[in-house]
């Protein structure tokens, strides 16, 4: 059974201070994904990390996933108050990208001025 | 903005009654998914479509169903609904190969499933 285990599920930090997130996955996949949500709100795709080594950034956010570890990391820098959401991790199911999403049960971020 | 849109938005439905749920699709993607999200679980998947009238079973599938007839139509049934299926239910839809640079999928606005 596929397991997805985000770290911390809750962390509440100042604007301008950096962070990790942490996602821990039990199988073997080179295919991982970050999603962002907002209170009350759908999902919102952030990142599509597709090999080993892969890097995405998009403004303050940036991805990475290693494979070998089973790891990836989602790095806030000088966090800004709109930053503050649920953020996910997910894992295919099958590594085909077919059978659906495996999720971590989110870490909650809360950016204070 | 994907073209995904589930229905109703709310509901509020007593114990042992049926519920269906209706998420369209304007997109022509092949597969369909039913998620359900509950406080310190996550997203969880219910059932999947990977085209018409084909279904398989995710990780919480008891006590639904679904159908697909249309491409654009995926239905998730609560036979008869329990307490225990008070949730939001998201739908989403993706294509098997994800291009580089494209989202591997798109999620409805979800649809807040209340049993009394």
């Known amino acids: 059974e596929l397991k997805v285990e985000q770290n911390p599920l809750f962390l509440s930090m100042q604007e301008g201070k950096n962070y990790t997130i942490y996602c821990n996955y039990s199988?073997?996949?080179?295919?991982l994904y970050w999603y962002r949500q907002d209170p009350g709100k759908s999902l919102e795709s952030l990142f599509v990390l597709l090999s080993n080594g892969a890097v995405k950034q998009e403004g303050r956010l940036m991805a990475s996933l290693d494979t070998k570890a089973r790891l990836s990391t989602l790095h806030i820098t000088a966090a800004v108050h709109d930053l503050s959401a649920t953020y996910f991790c997910?894992?295919?199911?099958?590594?085909?990208?077919?059978?659906?999403?495996?999720f971590g049960k989110g870490t909650h971020l809360i950016i204070q001025p | 903005d994907a073209g995904i849109t589930q229905s109703p938005r709310h509901k509020v439905t007593e114990t042992g009654t049926p519920v269906t749920l209706r998420c369209h699709q304007t997109e022509n993607h092949r597969y369909m998914y039913w998620y359900r999200q509950d406080p310190g679980h996550g997203l969880r998947l219910i059932h999947y479509?990977?085209?018409?009238?084909?279904?398989d079973k995710g990780e919480v599938s008891d006590g639904y169903s679904v159908s697909r007839s249309k491409t654009e139509d995926f239905l998730l049934t609560l036979e008869s609904a329990t307490s225990s299926q008070t949730s939001v239910y998201f739908c989403?839809?993706?294509?098997?190969?994800?291009?580089?640079?494209?989202?591997?999928?798109?999620f409805g606005p979800g649809t807040r499933l209340t049993v009394t």
């Open positions: 997910a894992v295919d199911i099958d590594g085909g990208g077919a059978d659906g999403l495996t």
């Open positions: 989403a839809i993706s294509e098997p190969e994800v291009v580089p640079g494209i989202s591997p999928g798109y």
């Open positions: 199988t073997t996949s080179d295919r």
């Open positions: 479509s990977y085209g018409v009238k084909d279904t």
